[in-house]
């Protein structure tokens, strides 16, 4: 059996962190009520010269360092992002020549808060299909661009940032103990649009627009909704929660986080957090969580993870991988 094993993660953040503090300023709203409705302290805000391009080239390299691979080495790139350079070409394209690869192919996915979870998904079928050898796998965001930022009920949630993983075509024996992508459930619904979207589009409006949400509605979905997509990974994986070792969940509002791992059953101890750090950057918001764990050491070889994540859409999906 061919499984896909992260060989490298990296990251890249934009330069200006921005402090609860500064809403303050902008909006009718405080440190303290952000810091008790969201879990975020900070985020990362893109500069002018940073964009979702330049912040996935950094995360890509980092993430080929990382595996002690050069771009010549990437055969497939998929760029997870709702905020890509250009209308069109892919911004993964971009992202392919800056590397400096002419081979291979290069495409943009757009899933989301789930890109991520559905690009690393994608990227696994390409290799176990044997149309690839290696993936660079990309979550890149400047949220930033398309912020209402006199809304006090959005601007605050969301940040920039990348990350990326390297994925490789490893054979193995099929075992739950290889390295490598074990299982995976996607799941979708556009019945839910207006509870997250932006209110713009080349067909539509000829603008970029605005993210609009509708908090609680999107709150209320989202523990069900993520704990089912997670009961059928395990399903699939043939394991229980206690199994696991890491749950590395999307990170948009730490009670969201809190209340789908005590549903699960999974301790906060195994749950790895950076929403304080970061804010919801969207797809590229489980890699830079992931990245953090595999930095400090609490990831390590062998260790049973769990990658999650829910979108507007909604999209959500859950994978399961053994580092």
């Given at each position: ?34 810091v008790q409705r969201t879990g975020i302290t900070q985020r990362h805000i893109a500069g002018d010269d940073e964009s979702t391009a330049s912040l996935g080239e950094a995360a890509a390299r980092a ?14 790139i998929v760029l997870a992002t709702s905020t890509p350079n250009n209308t069109f070409p892919a911004t993964a394209v971009e992202i392919q020549n800056r590397l400096g690869i002419t081979h291979g ?186 990245a953090s764990a595999v930095a400090d050491g609490r990831i390590k070889k062998g260790d049973l993870v769990l990658l999650e994540a829910m979108g507007g859409g909604f999209t959500w999906g859950a ?5």
């Amino acid at each position: 059996m061919i499984r896909s094993v992260v060989k490298g993660v990296g990251t890249s953040l934009p330069r200006r962190i921005m402090k609860n503090s500064e809403f303050e300023t902008l909006v009718d709203t405080t440190d303290e009520w952000i810091v008790q409705r969201t879990g975020i302290t900070q985020r990362h805000i893109a500069g002018d010269d940073e964009s979702t391009a330049s912040l996935g080239e950094a995360a890509a390299r980092a993430a080929l360092d990382a595996a002690g691979l050069t771009p010549a080495d990437i055969d497939l790139i998929v760029l997870a992002t709702s905020t890509p350079n250009n209308t069109f070409p892919a911004t993964a394209v971009e992202i392919q020549n800056r590397l400096g690869i002419t081979h291979g192919f290069a495409f943009d996915l757009q899933a989301v808060c789930s890109g991520f979870v559905y690009a690393i998904t994608t990227a696994d079928l390409h290799l176990r299909g044997g149309m690839a050898k290696r993936a660079l796998v990309i979550g890149s965001e400047t949220f930033s661009r398309i912020l209402d930022w006199t809304d006090r009920t959005t601007c605050v949630l969301f940040g920039d940032g990348a990350g990326a993983v390297v994925l490789e075509a490893e054979e193995g024996t099929g075992a739950l103990t290889d390295q490598g992508i074990i299982a995976a459930s996607l799941r979708s619904d556009g019945s839910h649009k207006q509870k997250l979207y932006v209110d713009g589009g080349p067909s539509t409006t000829g603008k970029v627009g605005v993210l609009r949400m509708e908090g609680k509605e999107v709150f209320k979905h989202a523990v069900g909704m993520i704990t089912d997509v997670i009961e059928e990974t395990f399903r699939q994986g043939e394991i229980t929660a206690d199994q696991l070792d890491w749950f590395v969940p999307h990170q948009a509002n730490r009670r969201i986080i809190e209340a789908s791992a005590k549903k699960l059953g999974i301790p906060m101890e195994k749950v790895v957090v950076t929403v304080d750090l970061h804010g919801n950057t969207s797809a590229a918001s489980v890699p830079l969580a992931l990245a953090s764990a595999v930095a400090d050491g609490r990831i390590k070889k062998g260790d049973l993870v769990l990658l999650e994540a829910m979108g507007g859409g909604f999209t959500w999906g859950a994978v399961l991988l053994r580092w």
